[in-house]
């Protein structure tokens, strides 16, 4: 237990720190207007108070990432709460503190078109492809996910058809109104269930007295039932992607930088939310370490259950804060969910209204754009869930890649201090790289064969950024 409590306030004071350095290098200008002030249009620029944007982006980016994704990488050990800490404040908070700061920066834009400012057209073109496609499988995950939970919460009352009917409806409603009037108004009520769950898990730990392994010399070892097949690098870091870096929260951030009222709130509104994910994924990779008796029982429970979480998730749930506050720890894990794939829907929304130029205050512009996007998902949702959630996990990491390598060009061309997203950038190049290749759903090539294409691709990405910062210093002098 004592490396969890120290994991946590790790990242608490981490935030107070790394959340400070990264504002001052960003530059920010607390007198400047905010898009929320300059742009309003009532339906997208909405200025709201700090308090709620900081807990719709929380709930935002925050989905069944932490949660099932922690669930899943603690088959790997104590490692997987280095990677939670260390992934947190160093990747994730940087990743989503200026990927946010320059939506703000940018009009309230998405991402993939900022990201054609710094890394050219054919990124932009490639972004505004791979960024559609991944805000889609996020939808559909989280569908599939909740509705699954809430069968079983509500005895199979409907079947899951019926759930998954009741989702699509209100992901509808969410993604064509205006942000305050569905969104801005229940996200509270769903960030109390989620807190309460966290809480809840948390304290139950401590009465129970649940032995948590710790992270020691000998625990930082792969405890995977099949550690040849799934090494620690680069699955743990692909796996853990919400509790640790996550490119679907550039996709969100863009929604508040276009509610905020001063820059001075994306230091708790970026940063603090990924913080506040982090110790999140940290409850839950804990508990799912020790609640069936040790890392070994978990990888043969996710096994037995076919990797679904979900089955682990409900047992932790009930068995520790009883029927009620099952009911209400569950809750809060639908919620997560849901409040990720409403915005999901609304990103991709704003993300094609962006590409066309089109207008989004009247409602029929939002339909048009909208419905296409609900029959591609509704579509995905025959499939295989566990196959829509591994090509998701390695296509949100490959994204935060891109975003931590946009980062890393905005502050070369601004004579700022690259290397607070350069190292995390070709840190997540190795990762991504080289799971395409060694994953079961990749290439599926050896290890080593998949560290050398890694090696050798994340190599030349540092020699590109190092030609890019010789070009820039050359037309500077000029």
């Known amino acids: 237990m004592i490396s969890l409590i120290a994991s946590i306030i790790a990242l608490i004071i981490g935030y107070f720190v790394l959340s400070k350095i990264s504002q001052n290098i960003f530059g920010i ?47 790997w050990g104590p490692v997987a709460f280095l990677w939670i800490v260390l992934g947190t404040l160093f990747a994730g908070g940087v990743h989503d503190y200026f990927s946010g700061m320059l939506s703000v920066k940018h009009n309230g834009e998405s991402i993939t078109e900022i990201s054609g400012y710094y890394l050219g057209n054919n990124v932009k073109q490639f972004m505004r ?19 699954k939970i809430l069968v079983g919460i509500s005895g199979g009352f409907g079947g899951i058809t019926f759930w998954v009917a009741i989702i ?37 730990m401590f009465k129970a007295d649940i032995h948590v392994p710790e992270v020691t010399l000998a625990n930082l070892k792969n405890f995977h039932s099949n550690p040849d097949t ?25 929604l508040m930088a276009r509610c905020m009222t001063n ?64 009911i209400l720890a569950l809750l809060g894990v ?27 205050g009247p409602i029929l512009n939002r339909f048009l754009i909208s419905l296409p996007l609900f029959v591609i998902a509704y579509l995905l949702t025959q499939l295989d869930f566990a196959i829509v ?42 990762v991504v790289t080289s799971y395409l290749f060694i994953a079961p759903e990749g290439l599926n090539l050896t290890a080593t064969i998949s560290y050398i294409a890694a090696l050798i691709v994340s190599s030349a990405s540092v020699l590109w950024i190092i030609f890019k910062i010789r070009k820039e210093k050359r037309e500077i002098k000029l």
Request: hydrophobic share 55%; proline share 5%.
């Open 168 to 204: 699509f409806v209100y992901y509808i409603l969410s993604t064509v109104l205006p942000i305050d009037k569905l969104i801005g108004k229940i996200y509270p009520l769903f960030g109390i269930a989620l807190l309460f769950m966290v809480v809840g898990i948390f304290v139950m």
């Open 129 to 147: 492809i791979f960024s559609v496609v991944l805000l889609i499988m996020v939808g559909t995950v989280f569908i599939m996910g909740p509705a």
């Open 263 to 326: 820059e001075k709130q994306g230091r708790s509104i970026f940063f603090g939310t990924m913080v506040t994910e982090g110790i999140v994924a940290l409850v839950w990779a804990a508990i799912g370490m020790s609640f069936f008796g040790g890392i070994k029982e978990l990888n043969e429970v996710m096994e037995g259950q076919g990797g679904n979480a979900a089955f682990v998730v409900n047992e932790i749930s009930y068995s520790l804060l009883g029927k009620i506050g099952g």
């Open 29 to 75: 200008d607390p007198n400047r207007k905010t898009p929320a002030v300059s742009m309003a249009d009532g339906v997208d620029f909405v200025p709201l108070p700090v308090w709620k944007i900081f807990l719709i982006q929380f709930l935002n980016i925050a989905g069944l990432g932490p949660i099932f994704g922690a669930v899943a990488g603690a088959m």
């Open 334 to 360: 639908v919620a997560a969910p849901i409040t990720s794939g409403d915005t999901a829907f609304r990103s991709a929304r704003l993300i094609i209204a962006d590409i066309f130029k089109s207008k989004q």
């Open 389 to 430: 959630w591994r090509y998701f996990a390695w296509a949100n990491q490959t994204l935060a890649t891109v975003v931590l390598w946009t980062i890393t060009m905005f502050l070369v061309k601004s004579g700022k201090n690259y290397w607070i997203s350069l190292v995390p950038a070709v840190f997540m190049t190795a």
């Open 230 to 254: 799934f090494p620690i690098f680069p699955f743990v870091f692909v796996t853990i992607a919400c509790g640790a870096i996550s490119g679907f929260h550039a996709t969100q951030s863009p």
